[in-house]
């Protein structure tokens, strides 16, 4: 059974930072041919968008208003995904979901990821 698992959220000023962080229990995503995470975002009234997406292999894409201020990264390990925010923007308030799903390519399309972690907030005030 898998679960994912965040924490990490809160509230900050702009300009500010959070690292979010994503347990990953029973997904073995470096073992799998193909097999992706990614954070998503969600904020009252918008639809899920992805953030931040890792492959098995480490290569990372992000959404063009994230770029330059996010960083995801992931250790096999431990079976964690984290994702650092800097320079925070009150348009980056919303839910932040981890996302995992066996794929041989990784999509932004939310629904292409089976498994999802409960969410967590972040809140950026100006």
């Known amino acids: 059974q898998v679960q994912l698992v965040e924490s990490g959220g809160g509230s900050v000023q702009s300009g500010g930072s959070l690292r979010l962080s994503c347990v990953a229990s029973?997904?073995?995503?470096?073992?799998?041919?193909?097999?992706?995470m990614g954070w998503f975002r969600q904020a009252p009234g918008q639809e899920r968008e992805g953030v931040a997406i890792?492959?098995?292999?480490?290569?990372?894409t992000y959404v063009e208003s994230v770029k330059g201020r996010f960083t995801i990264s992931q250790d096999n390990a431990k079976n964690t995904l984290s994702l650092q925010m800097n320079s925070l923007k009150p348009e980056d308030t919303a839910m932040y979901y981890c996302?995992?799903?066996?794929?041989?390519?990784?999509?932004?399309?939310?629904?292409?990821?089976?498994?999802w972690g409960q969410g967590t907030q972040v809140t950026v005030s100006s």
């Open positions: 029973g997904f073995k995503y470096s073992d799998y041919w193909g097999s992706c």
């Open positions: 890792i492959d098995r292999d480490g290569k990372t």
């Open positions: 996302a995992a799903g066996y794929l041989f390519t990784c999509p932004w399309t939310p629904s292409r990821y089976t498994y």
